[in-house]
């Protein structure tokens, strides 16, 4: 017997599978549209999931670009800010030099208790506590009888009206501090927006701009000059407000 001959309708299409045929030639340009319409849908999803991908992928990218942006403005202005509010570098032991303005005076160097009237506004030396307070920066008043035997030891005490220095005179006083040997406090009843006192000299500006603030300090800090130079000016008082 010869072989039995498949019916249009038996034949294979292209990728193996079976593609039934109609013999009514309007049924099966349906039929072919319909195939045709699959495969479009199938390229258009798989065009679209691309599409997705690709931009999912460029969202990625902005995301990461805005970030490594603000890590690295971050980092500048930490350097930035790290070098403009730095302690400044000064010479202990002071040349001799005269600065306008600079006043001096005699005080008695004993150890009291209590509170003690003293003849400068803020103090520049006297009669104080036993225990001197801790060199820092602070935000409070402090107690003048402690800050005063700091002052002893060769530490300068840097005073201001807090309600005329602030924000960013403030943080400018601040940058012209050295790292030690300085209490920088506010202190009530100021008739000056600034004073620099050392023991038995002080000098008082108007402006955290006067060049004299940084000379005075480069003159003064940790002078010889002192009842006890190089005493210690830390472990005793802590006062409130430290920074």
């Known amino acids: 017997m010869s072989p039995q001959k498949r019916s249009p309708q038996n034949r294979s299409s292209q990728n193996g599978s079976p593609q039934h045929r109609s013999g009514n030639p309007a049924k099966q340009a349906q039929l072919d549209l319909t195939v045709k319409q699959q495969r479009e849908?199938?390229?258009?999803?798989?065009?679209?999931?691309?599409?997705?991908q690709l931009k999912k992928r460029q969202r990625g990218k902005v995301v990461w670009w805005v970030v490594g942006t603000v890590v690295a403005a971050a980092v500048v202005t930490a350097i930035v800010l790290s070098i403009v509010f730095a302690p400044r570098t000064y010479t202990p032991g002071g040349t001799g030099a005269v600065i306008e303005g600079v006043e001096t005076f005699e005080n008695d160097t004993t150890h009291v208790e209590g509170t003690v009237d003293?003849?400068?506004?803020?103090?520049?030396?006297?009669?104080?506590n036993a225990f001197w307070l801790n060199c820092g920066t602070y935000t409070e008043p402090q107690v003048a009888e402690h800050a005063v035997h700091s002052l002893e030891h060769g530490a300068l005490w840097v005073t201001y009206d807090a309600e005329q220095i602030q924000g960013a005179d403030l943080d400018r006083l601040r940058g012209l501090m050295p790292s030690s040997?300085?209490?920088?406090s506010p202190y009530e009843g100021m008739d000056t927006p600034i004073a620099l006192s050392g023991w038995n000299v002080q000098l008082k500006v108007d402006s955290v701009d006067d060049p004299r603030i940084p000379e005075f300090i480069e003159e003064y800090w940790r002078h010889q000059d002192v009842p006890e130079p190089g005493a210690s000016c830390s472990g005793a008082i802590e006062g409130p407000g430290r920074l």
Do not use: T
């Open 41 to 52: 849908a199938k390229r258009q999803e798989k065009l679209a999931e691309y599409q997705r």
């Open 118 to 128: 003293y003849p400068q506004n803020p103090p520049a030396g006297g009669p104080h």
């Open 181 to 184: 040997y300085v209490i920088l």
